[in-house]
């Protein structure tokens, strides 16, 4: 299986399409492996000729787990004084996983695709390494400002449940209502295919730990709010007007934030990439990609 060496850690990691294609980071969300990403979504990239790298964050999937207690109020309110992150990893330490990523595979400069936790690791990389990015896609993620409104009480409350399940069955229940509850609205997913998904999950890996720990980096990273007015590099940001997790509003925030920045926001669509969508979503990230190659 492939695996490459970075930062000290080990991060598995799939390849599609041609090896002579422009090269596109996917970068995955909270928790999430790397066979959440649609596989419409992909062949559709793939079928435009470029080459995708897929691959499990640290902590979650096929790819090294660490060690460590992450604190979620602790972090917050560390967060929240301007004082230093004590979590095991911060989003920063994951941004650079993507970074030795690109090295271990001998890849110069790439597209970097980011949904939700992916994409505040994308914004960090682009920030930090803009000679190693030719385009940024933020799809439903956040700048992380303290000021944004954050998910309904119920929404909360399933996210910092989920880690208390005892069994894979009780992960599997509990991962299941939280995505039905987060999916797009007008367009809600196949229940049997979304339970079908999240066994499929479960069963190649089933390590809450390391939700927790991607939890508390997310909430006790330092501020990147300066950072993302250094960017430069083409940015797209795709957000649902209707997602419950990370409501519409941070995208605007977003926006504002990255100069240059376009926005899509989409009527109907949640904290997901629903099927239906799918077509709409390609048609405009290929656009923006092929607009940074010439």
Known sequence: MPRAHCSGIELFYETLGPESGPTVL???????????????????????????????????????????????????????????????????????????????????????????????????????????????????????????????????????????????????????????????????PDLTELRARVTREVERCDFPAGFQRHLGAIVGSPSRLSLLGTIRTPTLIVHGEADPLVPVAAAYDLQRRIPGAQLEVIAGMGHDIPAALIPHITTRVLHHFQASDA
């Open 26 to 188: 996917m970068i995955m969300g909270l928790g999430a492996q790397l066979i959440r990403w649609p596989p419409r979504f992909c062949d559709a990239l793939v079928a435009a000729g470029y080459r995708l790298i897929l691959y499990d964050n640290r902590d979650v999937g096929l790819s090294s787990k660490l060690h460590g207690r992450a604190s979620i109020l602790r972090a917050t309110v560390r967060t929240a004084l301007g004082l230093a992150p004590t979590n095991p990893y911060t989003l920063g330490d994951m941004a650079g996983d993507a970074l030795g990523l690109l090295d271990a595979l001998g890849v110069r400069k790439a597209h970097v695709l980011g949904v939700s936790m992916g994409g505040m690791i994308g914004q960090l990389l682009t920030a930090r390494h803009p000679e190693r990015v030719r385009s940024f896609v933020s799809i439903m993620s956040s700048s992380g400002s303290l000021r944004l409104p954050g998910p309904p009480l119920d929404v909360q409350l399933q996210f910092l449940q989920r880690g208390k399940t005892r069994t894979p069955a009780e992960r599997i229940e509990r991962m299941f209502s939280v995505m039905r509850r987060i999916a797009s609205p007008a367009y809600p």
